[in-house]
């Protein structure tokens, strides 16, 4: 008698439900990577509420022109020097250390300028600085940074 001769054909695994079960997996890990938030550093932020200036404190304004020129409320300073403008500040601020030095520079003023009203503020131990600044909105002027 003669038999057939088996073939021997391995069974096959069908991997395209093990494929979909590995998909849904890695998306499942990507979504939830996403929203997962690593502290590197342990820090402990301020808390901050409304806070409404009782007072504003008062301003003298400093004005840079575009070839370096400086002027303190409005009047013009003579010379350019870091010393010149310590003794003007100091004059216009009449001995109040509380004063608010805003700055307000031309934009094609040199660096060297307002750090050397800034230099000159720092020495003079007026208070904070402020940039005047415009809006890209399209209002000028007025509009203090600090």
Request: proline residues 5%.
């Amino acid at each position: 008698m003669r038999f057939r001769a088996r073939r021997n054909e391995e069974p096959e695994i069908n991997l395209v439900p093990f494929i979909d079960v590995l998909l849904v997996i890695l998306i499942f890990l990507m979504l939830s990577t996403t929203f997962t938030r690593v502290a590197e550093l342990q820090i402990d932020l301020p808390t901050a509420g409304p806070h409404i200036a009782k007072q504003r404190p008062k301003e003298l304004l400093v004005t840079i022109s575009a070839d370096g020129r400086y002027t303190i409320g409005g009047r013009a300073i003579e010379g350019r020097s870091v010393d010149v403008l310590v003794s003007e500040l100091q004059a216009a601020s009449q001995g109040d250390k509380g004063v608010a030095v805003v700055i307000s520079a031309d934009a094609a003023a040199t660096h060297q300028s307002v750090v050397n009203v800034m230099e000159a503020s720092q020495r003079t131990g007026l208070g904070p600085l402020l940039f005047s600044i415009r809006n890209t909105t399209g209002s000028e002027g007025g509009d203090t940074a600090p």
